[in-house]
């Protein structure tokens, strides 16, 4: 069983930067390939970014490749998503989710139906 607890969330300016964290209660941490999706109001929970279990491979969604920033740290057992140059469209409840991975891919950890433990997620506002 993987616990997930999210923060860093808050109300920020278009431009600006934040840093989401992930903490997660696991044995083997860095068994788990860790995901971020968000969830804008009346829409659907989006992929955001996804790390393998090395911190070797990442994977972002088209809309924040260059912008976001995934990284872990397993002596920690925390996962973070660094936002750069915010946009009022990134608006949203960010979650992380974490899936129990044999091979050190993020690429096959942006479909939220695979993903097996999720956090409460933290809101995040952009205001223009």
């Known amino acids: 069983q993987v616990q997930l607890a999210e923060s860093g969330g808050g109300l920020v300016q278009t431009g600006d930067s934040l840093r989401l964290s992930c903490a997660a209660s696991?044995?083997?941490?860095?068994?788990?390939?860790m995901s971020w999706f968000r969830q804008a109001p009346g829409k659907e929970r989006d992929f955001v970014a996804a790390?393998?279990?090395?911190?070797?491979?990442?994977h972002y969604a088209d809309s924040v490749k260059g912008r976001f920033t995934i990284s872990r740290d397993n002596a920690k057992n925390m996962a973070y998503l660094q936002m750069n140059s915010l946009k009022p469209e990134d608006t949203a409840v960010y979650y992380c989710?974490?899936?129990?991975?044999?091979?050190?891919?993020?690429?096959?950890?942006?479909?939220?139906?695979?993903?097996?433990?999720w956090g409460k997620g933290t809101l995040v506002t952009v205001s223009s």
């Open positions: 790390i393998s279990v090395s911190g070797s491979n990442t």
């Open positions: 696991a044995r083997s941490f860095s068994s788990y390939a």
């Open positions: 989710a974490a899936d129990l991975a044999y091979k050190d891919y993020a690429h096959t950890y942006s479909d939220r139906r695979t993903m097996d433990y």
